[in-house]
């Protein structure tokens, strides 16, 4: 059994305070949790964030790290520095960052590897574009970024891994997909890792994220290979991520 994963990206949004407004209004509704729920605010958030959270359960996440350990990196922030704030989980590879700050697979995979090296845990996301869609190569395409990203994992962290599959033409768009195309890519994304990793497989985790909102969760966390979501926009209200933690698994479908 696979636990479900709830995961916040704040994206660029949020200053230390508001993180701490957010984290006081979200205790207050106590929602029922029925997975690991996790946030990622920005780098400068989490020192005020973390100590809001601290003992709730609610866990730290970071949106991004640099592949080396120290030195001469002007702006980077290492691995030992995110743990030090009481981070657990590392977004790589958001299609923000590889379309705007034009990350490669093979960066990603560098920082993916070292991610393993100090075991933190990394969600990686993936997926393609409209007209990749379009044009019928979304299969392809999210093949190609898994096996490329995943080059040289260190088996014995898969378990630790979570993947995140996000169609970009439905991140902010407010277009998400379907649940039944988020389940079909999630099932194909795990066929995908069964071949390459046996039966480490059934214990990675497949989110789904874009456009995720609280009257489309249940429909998707109903579905047998989408095991959570990675949720933008609908993650900086703190009564609608209440509403996403606490959402109900439809067993008729
Ligand atoms: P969205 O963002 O929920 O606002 O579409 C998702 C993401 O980019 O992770």
Partial sequence: MRQTLIAGNWKMNMTSAEAENFADEL?????????????????TALYSLGKKLAGSGIKLGAQNVYTEDSGAYTGEISPAMLEDLGVEYVIIGHSERRQIFKESNEFINKKLLKLQEKGLKPILCIGETLEEREAGKEYDLVKSQLLACL????????????????????????????????????????????KNFG?????????????VKPTTINDLMAKENVDGALVGGASLKAADFAKLVAYEVNNDK
């Avoid at 205790?27 to 780098?43: A, D, Q, S, W, Y």
């Avoid at 039966?199 to 456009?211: M, N, P």
């Fill in 27 to 43: 205790l207050k509704l106590n929602p029922k949790r029925i997975g690991e729920v996790l946030i990622c605010p920005p780098f």
């Fill in 199 to 211: 039966d480490l497989a059934q214990e990675i985790r497949i989110l789904y994220g874009g456009s």
């Fill in 151 to 194: 080059k040289d994992a260190n088996k014995d962290k898969l378990k630790d891994l979570v993947i995140a599959y996000e169609p970009i033409w439905a991140i902010g768009t407010g277009k998400s997909a379907s649940a039944e195309d988020a389940e079909a890519m999630c099932k194909f994304i795990r066929q995908e890792l069964e």
